[in-house]
């Protein structure tokens, strides 16, 4: 028997096989394209189904007895469908600046208050149900053929299954879901005049959604009896394959954005966690929570500037048979002094504007490509130590980090994390954190894990610990107490 996970991202999407025991043995991925214009951020989501039978059908070939496959998926991109799952209008992405004005709406109807105490998320245009609200308005006759309004998540499991369900993390991020009583609000839906028959059905994380789709099954060569289910938002996945299921360790997920998600022992002071635009997310333990702490451009900063400023540097890495990454980490050393705020994609926690612009100050003309880049490296983490200030006046204080990602191959980077939070990081085996979960509920309702300790066990596996030192940490202190101003001198003019 083998399981599966299924990570669908904002670029591409992988799958990834394990063994009934957990063991990693392949996996195969895809990627699509994204457009981005001034009017709109869109994806095609028809795009995304089909890189997702490329994978599958990629390691059907391989792993024909593959009993289950966990679908997770990046959150708030919704699509428009006929009833047969067709899209009907290119997905929204998070970043799409279109809803604003509906959101205000919603904040002038039901009052910010209201909104979060429900939702558990700070009104905010980036969340689905405003930008539902804008294709209803805007495209009143394209809306008046759907079927269904999916997240990704839930339009590849109604595609694989036929069946329209979405775990609770997931509906989370539309902000028209009630976190306390595990539903679609009437309120906010009422108010944001969407008919609820259009959304799926709510499930927790790590639901069955049936076996695959016969005809589906024989194109990608599966077994018609191959289990689908519903996982989780890709955070969620991240934090059940990094094993944290504590207060006390939270999940440092370093991609493309790079995200601090600690746990919550049951429902956190909704009022608190917004004064730091936190969102609280139901958690795969039943009655425990997560919340996100995150910046819009992690592993996407450092990619800029190797792409855009480096690009003599990524040659001379190409002869010497090394990543750039590694050419330039060895290059300068830290603290640079140079910051760098890293809203390339504007800013995410703790002030959620996705107005402001990023900003490189202290440069002269001897500055090199490589301090450069080892300033951007330290934007992300003095943006993580901002976030970690508003945890703590919210009450959540974890003790260690499990880093996750392609960021936390980077050893010189988990190093330089560890030093900035003062905190110590725990790398694992598997960086692959969101497949390494999924598989994990998988092999649940599979049958190959009796719980997810036991899984847990078998499948997370620890590397190595990245001890923060304190002389290091007391450099970045004195750059970090320049840093905490950056945003809000440079706002003003941008």
Not at 249 to 268: H, Q, W
Request: proline share 4%; glycine share 8%; aromatic share 8%.
């Amino acid at each position: 028997m083998k399981i599966a996970g299924l990570d669908i991202g904002t670029t591409g999407c992988k799958l990834t096989v394990f063994d009934e025991n957990g063991n990693y043995l392949d996996k195969a991925y895809c990627d699509y394209p994204v457009t981005r214009k001034v009017s709109g951020h869109e994806i095609d989501a028809a795009g995304i189904l089909k890189g997702v039978k490329k994978v599958m059908k990629e390691m059907g070939s391989l792993h024909p007895d593959i009993a289950g496959i966990g679908v997770t998926s990046f959150g708030e991109t919704f699509v428009l469908t006929d009833e047969k799952g067709s899209p009907l209008y290119p997905a929204m992405l998070y970043t799409d600046p279109r809803g604003a004005k509906e959101c205000k709406e919603l904040k002038e109807k039901l009052g910010e208050k209201r909104i979060a105490a429900i939702t558990g998320v700070n009104p905010h245009e980036m969340y689905s149900v405003s930008k539902m609200m804008w294709l209803k308005r805007h495209e009143p006759e394209i809306y008046a053929k759907g079927s269904h309004l999916f997240l990704i998540e839930d339009f590849v499991v109604f595609h694989l299954t036929g069946r329209a369900q979405i775990d609770y993390s997931l509906a989370s991020r539309t902000m028209a879901f009630d976190i306390r009583h595990l539903r679609w609000s009437d309120e906010i839906l009422r108010a944001a005049e969407i008919d609820r028959s259009l959304l799926s059905d709510t499930v927790p994380a790590g639901t069955s959604a049936g076996s695959i789709r016969s005809e589906i099954a024989a194109a990608v060569g599966l077994s018609g009896d191959t289990v689908i289910v519903s996982i989780s938002h890709d955070q969620v996945a991240a934090a059940v394959g990094a094993g944290v299921f504590d207060p006390d360790i939270a999940v440092e997920g370093a991609g493309t954005v790079e995200c601090i998600t600690p746990i919550c022992d049951g429902l956190p002071e909704i009022e608190t966690m917004s004064a730091g635009n936190y969102a609280v997310v139901p958690y795969v333990v039943p009655g425990k929570y997560v919340c996100y702490a995150f910046s819009y451009t992690g592993g996407a900063l450092i990619q800029w500037c190797v792409d855009t400023i480096a690009k003599k540097e990524k040659e001379l890495a190409e002869k010497e048979g090394i990543s750039a990454n590694t050419y330039l980490e060895r290059q300068a050393e830290s603290p640079t002094g140079i910051l760098v705020l890293p809203h390339f994609a504007g800013a995410a926690t703790p002030y959620m504007d996705t107005s402001s612009k990023g900003a490189i100050l202290g440069l002269t003309a001897d500055t090199s490509a490589a301090e450069i880049y080892r300033a951007c490296m330290e934007g992300v983490g003095y943006e993580m130590m901002v976030n970690m200030e508003y945890l703590k006046k919210s009450c959540v204080d974890f003790k260690m980090l499990h880093a996750a990602g392609g960021g936390a191959r980077s050893a010189e980077w988990t190093q330089m994390k560890a030093d900035m939070l003062n905190i110590p990081i725990t790398t694992l085996e598997t960086m692959d954190a969101g497949t390494v979960g999924s598989a994990m509920l998988t092999g649940i309702v599979t049958g190959c894990f009796k719980s997810l300790k036991d899984a847990a066990e078998k499948m997370v596996v620890k590397k190595e610990v990245y001890l923060p030192r304190a002389k290091i940490h007391e450099k970045y202190e004195k750059v970090y107490r320049r840093y905490r101003d950056v945003y809000h001198a440079v706002r003003p003019l941008m």
